[in-house]
């Protein structure tokens, strides 16, 4: 479990195809504190370290994983999202994030509003039923509130911290990025489906 606060911006150091896709990503976590085995949200997606050193840690990410997200955009030297696992006791600033990202969304539209930037996104048809508005959505791991919905679009409001701290102050029309929907909102459309 995540909160889709970030923590830290990371860097894809090396890619590598085997049987699975091996990716090293260069950090700033203590790594003697992360454990082997340890969740890694990266872009939201919820990845397990399987090989660490001083300043960066390596995942191996799957096929069904690359088709269902964008991390077939990933390449050297790109900045990913980075967070890691939700612990006891821990704040949770944000919503609850499980890491398994339902589908990849695409950025339609970039504007700024004073210091703020203003995002619109277009999701697939089959999430955007569960995106309302000032309802919570997860976008490369960030936990955002959506501010309207429009069929399959929805805006998303990016304040300057946000942008600072998260790869969200580079973003630009046509980035595909990964869509996890509010848990929450998944749950009360399947026991609606049952009844």
Same mark, same amino acid.
Not at 87 to 91: A, I, L, S
């Given at each position: 479990m995540f909160t889709g606060i970030i923590t830290d911006q990371g860097e894809i150091r090396d890619l590598e195809q085997r049987g699975d896709l091996r990716a090293r990503i260069g950090c700033h976590y203590d790594m003697d504190g992360v454990?082997? !085995?340890a969740s890694i949200a990266c872009d939201g997606v919820c990845l397990t370290v399987v090989a660490m050193g001083a300043d960066w840690f390596d995942v191996d990410v799957s096929a069904e994983t690359v088709s269902k997200t964008n991390l077939d955009t990933w390449a050297k030297g790109r900045t990913v999202n980075l967070e890691r696992a939700l612990?006891?006791?821990?704040?949770l !600033? !944000?919503?609850i994030v499980s890491g398994h990202v339902? !589908?990849?969304a695409e950025v339609i539209s970039v504007k700024d509003e004073g210091d703020s930037t203003r995002v619109t996104l277009r999701?697939?048809?089959a999430l955007a039923r569960f995106i309302a508005p000032k309802g919570s959505v997860a976008l490369n791991g960030t936990s955002l509130t959506v501010n309207e919905v429009e069929g399959c679009d929805f805006g998303i409001n990016f304040i300057p911290h946000t942008k600072e701290v998260t790869t969200w102050g580079r973003?630009?029309?046509g980035d595909r990025v990964n869509l996890e929907i509010d848990t929450l909102a998944r749950y009360v459309a399947r026991l609606h489906e049952a009844d």
């Open positions: 454990d082997m !085995g612990k006891v006791g821990d704040e !600033g !944000g919503h339902d !589908g990849v999701a697939p048809k973003v630009a029309v």
